[in-house]
């Protein structure tokens, strides 16, 4: 294991806003005595102080099946990981904030953070910053560290093929995001949102390339090892395909966790891309047996790029 990734992993940490507790708490209530930790990401925690953003969680558990009380949705969260649940925080009737988050178990939080996972969902989002919260214990702690440092590893080796030899940190990691955007359905630009979460974490991303591939030349240049272009290329492409469809599977299956989210998604479905769908009684009634059909229709009308 690389240390030196460990130890800029593990020093990033956060004192929570309120909201976020409160919201921890609601979690747990919900899922009593299965969680392992909650990993806070997302546009909520570069923009702290703007309430209005959706709070994002992974939340790890123990076991699916004492995780959901639904035993269908237990075997989706399997097959189709990770089981995406919203949640409003209310006070007095007021909205206090909204939440969006992911269940996904410990053990296979680390596996897809490295090569055993195809796609890059997992391990190309925690290779960026997050926070760990409420971690059960020590041992859990250290679990969900290592595995981060395994997606950084991770992350770097499918984007090395993709640049120059000499490359700026900036630049190396914004490439592999970039790419890892590309796979996922996104409402915002790739190539902006890549540059975004590069330039607001430079330092971090200097440190993490020189933890890689040793120490920059004197004009910030780092020197990336290189390797088969084609095969990873190939790779990526693949990715692309086989993500975006079972993305929106994943998506249409988080409807069936509140009122109202079929009619929800499908709204963010048509603001992202222009597309709409007006699904039958039927699949209003059962949005989750039904995810794959609308999946495929969605896409056949060019929901997902």
Request: hydrophobic share 40%; with cysteine; net charge positive.
């Given at each position: 294991?690389?240390?030196?990734?460990?130890?800029?992993?593990?020093s990033e940490?956060?004192?929570?806003?309120?909201?976020?507790?409160?919201?921890?708490?609601i979690?747990?209530?919900?899922?009593a005595?299965?969680?392992e930790?909650?990993i806070?990401?997302?546009?909520?925690?570069?923009?702290?102080?703007?309430?209005?953003?959706?709070?994002?969680?992974?939340?790890?558990?123990?076991?699916?099946?004492?995780?959901?009380?639904?035993p269908i949705?237990?075997?989706?969260?399997?097959?189709?990981?990770?089981?995406?649940?919203?949640?409003?925080?209310?006070?007095?009737?007021?909205i206090?904030?909204?939440?969006?988050?992911?269940?996904?178990s410990?053990?296979?939080?680390?596996?897809?953070?490295?090569k055993?996972?195809?796609l890059?969902?997992v391990?190309?989002?925690f290779?960026q910053?997050?926070i760990?919260?409420g971690?059960?214990?020590?041992?859990?702690?250290?679990?969900i560290?290592?595995?981060?440092?395994k997606a950084v590893?991770?992350?770097?080796?499918?984007?090395?093929?993709?640049?120059?030899?000499?490359?700026?940190a900036?630049?190396?990691?914004?490439r592999?995001?970039?790419?890892?955007y590309?796979?996922e359905?996104?409402?915002?630009?790739?190539v902006g949102?890549?540059?975004?979460?590069?330039?607001?974490?430079?330092?971090?991303y200097?440190?993490?390339?020189?933890?890689?591939y040793?120490?920059?030349?004197?004009?910030?240049?780092?020197?990336?090892?290189q390797?088969?272009?084609?095969?990873?290329?190939?790779?990526?492409?693949?990715r692309r395909?086989?993500?975006?469809?079972?993305?929106?599977i994943?998506?249409i299956?988080s409807a069936?966790?509140?009122d109202?989210?079929?009619?929800?998604?499908?709204?963010?479905v048509?603001n992202?891309s222009?597309?709409?769908?007006?699904?039958?009684?039927?699949?209003?009634?059962?949005?989750?047996?039904?995810?794959?059909?609308?999946?495929w229709?969605?896409?056949r009308?060019?929901?997902?790029?």
């Amino acid at each position: 294991m690389n240390t030196a990734i460990y130890d800029i992993i593990s020093s990033e940490t956060l004192d929570p806003p309120a909201r976020v507790t409160a919201v921890i708490d609601i979690i747990k209530t919900r899922h009593a005595d299965r969680i392992e930790a909650f990993i806070y990401y997302g546009s909520s925690l570069r923009e702290l102080d703007n309430p209005e953003k959706m709070l994002d969680f992974y939340v790890l558990v123990d076991s699916y099946r004492k995780t959901h009380k639904n035993p269908i949705r237990a075997v989706l969260n399997k097959l189709i990981p990770p089981a995406v649940y919203y949640l409003e925080h209310t006070n007095e009737g007021n909205i206090v904030s909204t939440c969006k988050y992911s269940i996904l178990s410990l053990s296979d939080f680390e596996k897809k953070c490295g090569k055993a996972a195809l796609l890059s969902q997992v391990w190309g989002r925690f290779s960026q910053p997050c926070i760990l919260l409420g971690a059960r214990n020590t041992t859990a702690r250290d679990r969900i560290f290592k595995a981060r440092v395994k997606a950084v590893e991770y992350m770097a080796a499918q984007t090395a093929p993709l640049i120059e030899a000499k490359t700026r940190a900036a630049d190396f990691w914004g490439r592999g995001f970039y790419e890892s955007y590309r796979t996922e359905i996104r409402p915002e630009s790739s190539v902006g949102r890549a540059a975004e979460i590069v330039a607001k974490f430079e330092t971090r991303y200097n440190a993490l390339t020189a933890a890689l591939y040793g120490a920059p030349d004197e004009n910030g240049f780092f020197d990336i090892p290189q390797s088969n272009h084609g095969a990873c290329r190939r790779k990526w492409w693949l990715r692309r395909c086989i993500g975006k469809p079972v993305a929106a599977i994943r998506i249409i299956n988080s409807a069936a966790t509140f009122d109202g989210g079929l009619d929800y998604i499908l709204r963010k479905v048509k603001n992202h891309s222009g597309v709409s769908l007006h699904p039958t009684k039927f699949q209003r009634k059962h949005p989750v047996i039904c995810s794959p059909i609308l999946a495929w229709k969605l896409w056949r009308m060019g929901a997902f790029g």
